[in-house]
């Protein structure tokens, strides 16, 4: 076994994984809650970019739907985000479990 070539191999992984990694803070998900009332984007880092509401839930005396759209909208999206980087990561790894990965 030759620790030199391991090594080389293990530094290819890492900056593979750490390209891997800028490219998916930048790649956008999106869901769609309601019925598509309520529309969100993020990044597969978790950052949410953008979410677009029907003016047709809007109703002041029932905030609270709203609220519920909203933060389900957000929750899949950074969901979804999560499972794509996942398979991405898994894709370089071989499904090897790497901390932090």
């Known amino acids: 076994m030759n620790i030199a070539k391991l090594m080389k191999q293990a530094q290819q992984m890492q900056a593979g994984l750490a390209a891997k990694q800028e490219e ?10 309601g019925g598509g009332k309520v529309h969100v984007i993020a ?9 677009k509401i029907d003016p ?22 950074i969901s979804k985000g999560k499972e794509k980087s996942a398979a991405e990561m898994k894709k ?10």
């Open 92 to 101: 370089l790894t071989g499904g090897l479990g790497i901390p932090g990965m």
């Open 56 to 77: 047709s839930v809007i109703d002041p005396s029932d905030a609270e739907f709203l609220e519920d759209l909203v933060l389900k909208g957000v929750q899949e999206a």
């Open 43 to 51: 990044t597969c880092a978790g950052d949410v970019l953008s979410i």
């Open 24 to 33: 998916l803070a930048i790649q956008t998900v999106e869901a769609s809650v």
